[in-house]
């Protein structure tokens, strides 16, 4: 079964850049759609970005457009988040979701917290 799990969270100040990492195991991540969620307290999870399972099309949450970059290495069977220019609105816990069919896996997340 694959597991999926996060990492590369931390604090950061407003401005600043973090990249996530989401590694699988018990799979190949190029045959499903990642997606980074987030959620903050008291807050809904949101999506954040998706990566389609082909890695031909990448969508974003229109908060993080053009400060945030999904990819995909294939051979190291992980993704990542490159966030930069962040905002303190950008503090939650971030989350990996591997998809296919109707098959879900989530990570655990990793916490993410902008602040001066």
């Known amino acids: 079964q694959l597991q999926v799990v996060e990492s590369g969270g931390g604090l950061v100040q407003p401005g600043g850049s973090l990249r996530l990492s989401c590694a699988a195991s018990g799979g190949t991540l190029a045959n499903y759609a990642i997606g980074w969620f987030r959620q903050a307290p008291g807050k809904e999870r949101e999506p954040v970005s998706c990566?389609?399972?082909?890695?031909?099309?990448?969508t974003y949450a229109d908060s993080v457009k053009g400060r945030f970059t999904a990819s995909r290495d294939i051979a190291k069977n992980t993704v990542y988040l490159q966030m930069n220019s962040l905002k303190p609105e950008d503090t939650a816990v971030y989350y990996c979701?591997?998809?296919?069919?109707?098959?879900?896996?989530w990570g655990q997340g990793t916490q993410v917290t902008v602040s001066s």
């Open positions: 990566i389609s399972s082909g890695g031909g099309r990448t």
């Open positions: 979701n591997a998809r296919v069919g109707l098959r879900n896996y």
